[in-house]
């Protein structure tokens, strides 16, 4: 069921949050071993909270909006009582937390019961969850593809039907890339307007938390939460979508260019725009996330680099030489190809992009057509989502209704305009335009 289908049955009484969260962790159980989403399942937390949401409905209290409605979080938030991982061996033995996150904590008080974490690239710094302790997090609508990452677990959890919704985070496109390839929506909000506290940094200026779902209308409800409104704010659905070109429209897959073409033939043509130096844009937000990212790490590395994963370790042992005044330049561009693509939002409320390439690469071929040549994916699956990483625009990644492997969009709006995007979201799913998958839910049917 959905966020909403299932907070309504656990408020109405047709089915306990116990009930729910039983066969939540059963799901897990069945699923996990082929798809490696899940890190640690919270049992016996996930049982007593549920328990607590049915005695509130006994007693005539509404548990709120969440109430007994299962999720997972990516092994960067603080779970209290367990290390915060970052999905790093290196912190398996670390002090366990005090206290659960402020994002934790927002939707358990809305009757939502944690029951679990979920695998990652380590410290975040990669896009396909491909983890040298907790392994590879598989694509569920094909075994043998990557999930994405960085939040590829949380991605798959979803796209399984293992949970409703999780919680990600996102500094170039750790969200949006596996909301892509899973064929689930997903948001990178304006930059900081989700609690933060308890969250695992990795490069302050670019990291957000965010959320995933299978459907326009839940992301609506669990944003709604995160953000403690009071529900007497009314969103307006934004107008005048337009259609990002130029860098983003060149290197797509074939199935991919033709997905934008009819996106844009069922929205009445889309205008194109073309944003000035986005090469130089994308490198800028590289060299942010390098320098911050090493720096972030410097320490840790000069006292202990083996116990970093080599693919992670080397990354961040060349951004922690990254020069002061390279860094100053890149922030200093980062100004100028704002002012570009503000510009571009007065005119068209919308700005519509391509989250990834095409469809998920394959595990055992790691790699992806960048340019004429064969590129790693753990780097380069961000080519169209890192460009807009560091705006601070709120960014939500819709799956497109496609036959064959799942693939997305980003829909790009102005700071601030996070339930404006979302009702945009929502609006082009009653019409058909963006639809969520579930992957387990498929073969159900396929095997029908």
Sequence with gaps: ????????????????????????????????????????????????????????????????PLAGVPFAVKDLFDVEGLPTTA????????????????????????????????????????????????GVTRNPHDLARFAGGSSGGSAAAVAAGMVPFSLGSDTNGSIRIPAS??????????????????VYPFVHTLDDIGIFTRSAHDLAIVDSVLRADAGDETCRALQRPALLSGWFGANLSPCMSRALARLSSQLGGLPLVDLPDVARARSAAFLITAFEGGRQHRDAL?????????????????GAAVPDHVYAAALAYRDVFAAAVDAALAQYEVLIAPATFGPAPFIDDPFIPIDGSMQPARANLGLYTQPISFLGVPVIAAPLPVNGLPMGVQLIA????????????????????????CAWQEKSDDNQ
Aim: proline fraction near 3%.
């Design 1 to 64: 069921m959905t966020v909403f289908e299932t907070a309504e049955a656990v408020r109405s009484g047709r089915l306990s949050a116990l009930q729910v969260a039983r066969a939540a962790l059963d799901r897990v159980e069945q699923r996990n071993g082929a798809v490696n989403a899940v890190t640690r399942i919270l049992r016996d937390r996930a049982l007593v909270r549920a328990e607590a949401v049915d005695i509130s409905l006994s007693r005539g209290i509404d548990p709120g």
């Design 414 to 437: 102005a700071k601030g305009r996070d339930g404006d995007l979302i009702a945009f979201a929502q609006s082009l799913e009653a019409q058909g335009l963006i639809q969520g998958r």
């Design 181 to 198: 390839l899973c064929g689930i929506y997903g948001t990178k909000p304006t930059h900081a307007s989700l609690p933060m506290k308890g």
């Design 87 to 134: 999905g790093a061996g290196r912190l398996r033995q670390a002090a366990p937390a005090t206290d659960d996150a402020a994002a934790i904590r927002r939707l358990s008080d809305a009757g939502a019961v944690l029951v679990g974490t979920l695998n990652m690239d380590e410290f975040a710094y990669g896009f396909v969850t491909d983890n040298a302790q907790w």
């Design 302 to 318: 000069v006292a202990d680099a083996l116990s970093y994963d080599p693919a992670t370790r080397d990354r961040l042992l060349a």
